[in-house]
């Protein structure tokens, strides 16, 4: 790879990484150790490559100083119909219950978790930390010292909640024959609307 290329390489992954925030000349000089008049002439020749693209989406833009990497204009309807119409973010039922579970319960240990739902919680559990939607909270004090999980930040904005007080009330329901698992997905669900 040509010197060029290098540094155009080095300056796209930088832009993309930098998002909407964009990087300035400056601050793109700074970080590949090049006179701004370089980085300049690099840029230029990056913008006219992706100007010139037909099978590319995207090129580069300055916006208040700081170059971005931004999507073509001629994608605007198409983009716009993607942002109005997301695809769902499907959980599967077993996440959902060991949603509610911890949303009710935290902090809550892993076992304390099976031996609701009566099955091994581990795919679900990494799901949702993977989701952003539950973390550690620390340890218990019992043998073993197990991971606490509870809700994070991201749970309470996702379900449009100011705090955990704003969960629904769980009424105790045994007297109709509802185990502890039905009674947080069924209000978990009435509370949030969620599909199944």
């Not at 983009?79 to 997301?86: A, D, F, G, M, Q």
């Not at 449009?160 to 069924?186: C, I, N, R």
Request: aromatic share 6%.
């Amino acid at each position: 790879m040509e010197m060029e290329d290098r540094l155009a390489a080095m300056l796209e992954s930088f832009l993309f990484i930098a998002g909407d925030d964009g990087l300035s000349v400056k601050q793109l000089a700074g970080l590949i150790e090049r006179e701004e008049t370089a980085v300049m002439a690099v840029l230029e020749r990056l913008r006219q490559g992706y100007e010139s693209r037909e099978d590319s989406g995207i090129t580069l833009k300055v916006f208040g100083g700081a170059y971005r990497l931004v999507t073509k204009a001629e994608f605007a309807d198409v983009i716009k119909r993607l942002l109005e119409n997301p695809a769902p973010k499907s959980m599967t039922q077993a996440s959902l219950e060991v949603l509610a579970i911890i949303a009710y319960r935290q902090p809550v240990t892993r076992v304390e978790i099976d031996d609701l739902r009566g099955v091994k919680s581990e795919g679900p559990i990494n799901t949702l930390i993977a989701k952003g939607l539950i973390m550690e909270k620390g340890r218990s004090e019992g043998s073993g010292r197990a991971i606490l999980y509870g809700t994070t930040e991201l749970f309470l904005d996702r379900f449009g909640l100011a705090s955990l007080e704003g969960l629904p009330p769980l009424q105790q329901e045994e007297d109709q024959g509802v185990g502890d698992t039905d009674l947080f997905m069924t209000k978990f669900q009435e509370a949030f609307a969620i599909e199944e």
